[in-house]
């Protein structure tokens, strides 16, 4: 049991290291003297006070236990320090008789009311009100007022999942993501990005690797005793009660926050961080420019840059994503890739890797352990993952990309490999219903709009994890392809059914072969047919494809429209003006299943993923800076690849190694079709909301509905795509 027990008093300010670690030759200050001369500019060096501001300081009401260890900088006003006490080396910058300004607090330069223990304090900074602060680095220019507790310890690790000296490995602190057993754990660090997170918590299998990434983490980071906490410049605390063992960046904001340990904010004066009130954050990391408010209780946490976390939200255990924002709700043991959106008070997240791209509606429950003997169930959901209004999803279950769950508490688990489906449970009929691409038939106004809305909601200035934006990329084509071929097994599956014929329901490529036949037929002979999905939930009853024909071939058009706008952006940007030297470039490789790999937001292909873990097994790559290296070398090819890959999707669509000129010439007038229907599709998905009647029910008039939401005409993104639309179709006429 902790007791409180009472020590010498030099014990106050002094031994904040002990004597075993302090190297020889050294004092108990050697790793403050190299931190200090990285945060705060003094010009002429500390100085000793005069005996006559000794007298003014004294006379102020400051004591300290002794004058020779407060070091000052000239200039220096002894006037504006009063109320205080010192203990042990403090030093401080300029004091000038200014005021600081931050939006509407004004305080005066100088420390009043204030027990300070051993801190080096900056130029012209504002400390009013701080009752107890120890072990710290104040920047330049910083506003410190009303602090209730403000400390550091020597083992502390500012988020950092490493140990100091003589630790024992239980203390080591770990992020459990994606699964609530801590099978998946990994170790935080300031630097972290999501394709990190993944490759750790994904390759738990690779022993050798998880060895390797905890070494290289515990390598990255000092494992001595005795570092200070650190304020960066201009940055401004006020009305907070605990900080303790915090590494605050240059510019940041914290208002009103109830406790922050162990814990790393990273800030700038272009990325301002911002922590507001009443919020709990403890042993975690913050990106830049992030943004967390009211009441939020985040512990063993990483969020990235340009992220927000606000309105009472829970964040535990999990990794959220650059440019996410999520609000009031429960967030536990998830890996959260970029771009993620979760607003409402009664949304639950659990143990789940949701690929970015995503929104969570409120009343959605997303994992229950109470279908498992433990709590080890899992999510995993691909990158636009958009569950509806109060719907209920049970582990462990799996997700394409641009999934759509409609409002239901489904009953079992379920396996959706069809991306930008609509998923329904119909509860009258007894039924799991999907309709494959959904999105590309029904709501085009929102896909097409997904890829211009995410890239402009990047306002991140440091770019370290990079993100894939377009809806159509490697990664959901080849889910594409996949599910085409999944249609023709169902379709042909459904055919035997029906007219008694029989194909072995193992013969995959005999079932293809008819499907397809079907699929590429008359329309009128699918839509007779009652198509089921095989093994796409965990029950009894029928799982229904709806409008197999129309999605099969709405794939087709998704992977032709993918294949010549990239194969165009090649064209444009090598020149190419020779069809062949088209195929003798981009049609030298091979296409192959599951080749492509969402690494936290950057796509690339596995083979490069298998040969970044081979090179950190085999100790080509030492450290986080190398690894993050090499995904930037992958990241300038990717251009170069993902066009590649387009153009083997059309040889792919035309069943060829290299289709010929008039193939492609056809293929472009098609996606000219394409890009009109897109655009028209647009229009129509967005025209709804004007023609609904119940959307007029609230208005009186024509001229107040316009009045509110505007001429469909001047909607932004619809004027846009028509004018991309335009602009594609003249480049597509030029090669045609």
């Not at 910058?93 to 509407?104: F, I, M, P």
């Not at 290299?658 to 229009?683: G, H, L, S």
């Not at 509110?708 to 004027?719: A, E, K, P, S, T």
Request: with cysteine.
């Amino acid at each position: 049991m902790d007791r409180v027990s009472i020590i010498p008093f030099e014990k106050l300010n002094h031994d904040f290291i002990e004597g075993e670690d302090i190297p020889k030759g050294k004092d108990e200050y050697y790793l403050r003297e190299m931190q200090i001369r990285k945060a705060v500019k003094i010009k002429n060096g500390w100085r000793h006070l005069t005996a006559k501001e000794i007298v003014t300081l004294v006379k102020n009401n400051n004591i300290s236990d002794n004058w020779d260890n407060f070091l000052v900088c000239n200039p220096f006003d002894p006037s504006l320090i009063y109320g205080n006490t010192f203990h042990g080396l403090v030093r401080i910058g300029a004091v000038t008789h200014n005021v600081l300004q931050y939006h509407d607090l004004r305080l005066p330069i100088g420390i009043t009311n204030c027990n300070i223990v051993n801190c080096d304090i900056g130029n012209n900074v504002a400390l009013h009100e701080v009752h107890y602060l120890a072990n710290y680095i104040i920047g330049d220019q910083c506003m410190l007022f009303n602090i209730q507790e403000m400390t550091t310890t020597n083992h502390a690790k500012f988020g950092n999942g490493i140990l100091k000296k003589r630790e024992e490995e239980d203390v080591r602190v770990r992020i459990e993501l994606m699964n609530e057993s801590g099978a998946r754990s990994i170790l935080p660090f300031d630097g972290i990005i999501t394709a990190d997170a993944y490759m750790w918590a994904k390759y738990i299998d690779d022993n050798t690797l998880q060895e390797r990434l905890q070494s290289i983490t515990q390598n990255t980071f000092d494992e001595r005793r005795g570092f200070y906490g650190t304020i960066g410049e201009s940055c401004v605390i006020k009305n907070s009660l605990i900080i303790k063992d915090a590494k605050i960046g240059a510019h940041c904001y914290l208002k009103g926050v109830s406790k922050i340990k162990n814990i790393t904010i990273n800030s700038s004066e272009k990325e301002p961080s911002q922590i507001g009130e009443g919020c709990i954050l403890v042993n975690g990391i913050v990106g830049f420019g992030c943004h967390i408010f009211y009441s939020v209780t985040a512990i063993r946490f990483v969020i990235g840059n340009n992220s927000n976390l606000k309105y009472g939200a829970r964040l535990i255990n999990s990794f959220m994503g650059d440019n996410s924002t999520i609000s009031c709700c429960e967030v536990l043991n998830n890996l959260i890739f970029p771009s993620h959106e979760q607003h409402h008070n009664n949304s639950f997240l659990i143990s789940s890797i949701v690929m970015g791209q995503s929104n969570i509606a409120a009343g959605a429950t997303l994992g229950s352990n109470h279908n498992s003997r433990t709590a080890d169930g899992e999510i995993q959901a691909g990158r636009g993952f958009w569950p509806g209004l109060c719907t209920s999803v049970k582990h462990n279950s799996r997700f394409a990309s641009y999934t759509l769950l409609a409002k239901a508490d489904y009953p079992a688990e379920l396996d959706i490999q069809l991306p930008f489906s609509l998923v329904s449970n119909n509860s009258r009929s007894n039924e799991l219903e999907v309709m494959p691409a959904y999105w590309w038939m029904y709501n085009m106004f929102a896909l097409a709009r997904n890829t211009d809305k995410y890239r402009k909601r990047d306002k991140r200035l440091t770019k370290v994890q990079h993100i894939e934006f377009d809806t159509y990329a490697p990664d959901t084509m080849e889910e594409v392809i996949l599910g085409r071929k999944l249609l023709e097994i169902f379709t042909a599956k459904a055919w035997c059914r029906t007219h008694q014929c029989e194909i072995d329901p193992n013969d995959t490529a005999k079932l293809r072969e008819t499907g397809k036949k079907l699929l590429n037929g008359n329309p009128e002979e699918v839509r007779k047919l009652e198509v089921f999905g095989d093994r796409m939930e965990k029950s009894g009853r029928n799982c229904r494809i709806l409008k197999p024909y129309e999605a099969y071939h709405a794939y087709g058009d998704m992977l032709v429209y993918y294949g010549v706008t990239n194969v165009l952006r090649y064209i444009e940007e090598h020149q190419i003006t020779r069809f062949k030297d088209l195929a003798k470039e981009l049609g030298k490789h091979h296409r192959r299943q599951k080749v492509w790999i969402n690494m936290g937001g950057q796509v690339m292909m596995e083979k490069d993923l298998d040969r970044i873990r081979a090179d950190i097994n085999a100790g080509v790559l030492n450290s986080w800076k190398e690894i993050h290296k090499r995904y930037d070398e992958i990241w300038k090819r990717y251009p170069t690849d993902k066009q590649s890959h387009a153009y083997l999707s059309l040889c792919y669509l035309l069943e060829t190694d290299n289709f010929t000129e008039a193939q492609w010439k056809e293929m472009i007038r098609k996606t000219m079709r394409i890009q009109q229907y897109i655009c028209d599709q647009v229009y129509a998905s967005r025209n709804k909301d004007y023609t609904n009647p119940f959307r007029h029910s609230t208005t009186r008039n024509e001229a107040e509905f316009l009045s509110l939401y505007g001429q469909i005409d001047d909607i932004g993104f619809v004027r846009q795509t028509k004018e991309e639309t335009e602009e594609v179709v003249k480049r597509l006429e030029k090669l045609v």
